[in-house]
């Protein structure tokens, strides 16, 4: 059974920094391509950054240079650092985890970011 489980979210004034971390268990591979996508109230969920199992990074353009997704180690875990916070960047952060053999994404259950003076 596989298992996604986020934490770091928070409150920050903008300029701020946040991490958010992920861990997803039970997946077939161990760096399996995992991302981070984003809800905004009244907007639908977007991909905000993405890696691959070979830890190429994909990142929006509204958060390229102020967001950083990395793996830790052989493991499914990663993490987004978050620098220069914007109040448009207030939302739920979602990680996602695909396995490639079951051709399957698992989301995790979200983690709020709010990003105000």
């Known amino acids: 059974q596989v298992h996604v489980v986020e934490s770091g979210g928070g409150s920050v004034q903008p300029g701020g920094s946040l991490t958010l971390s992920c861990a997803a268990s039970?997946?077939?591979?161990?760096?399996?391509?995992m991302g981070w996508h984003r809800q905004a109230p009244g907007e639908e969920r977007e991909l905000v950054a993405s890696?691959?199992?070979?830890?190429?990074?994909f990142y929006i353009d509204r958060v390229k240079g102020r967001f950083t997704i990395s793996r830790q180690e052989d493991k499914n875990t990663i993490r987004l650092q978050m620098n220069n916070l914007k109040p448009n960047d207030t939302a739920v952060y979602y990680c996602?985890?695909?396995?490639?053999?079951?051709?399957?994404?698992?989301w995790g259950k979200g983690t709020l970011v709010t990003v105000s003076s």
């Open positions: 039970g997946l077939t591979d161990n760096r399996s391509p």
């Open positions: 996602r985890a695909t396995d490639l053999h079951v051709r399957s994404d698992y």
């Open positions: 890696i691959t199992s070979s830890d190429s990074t």
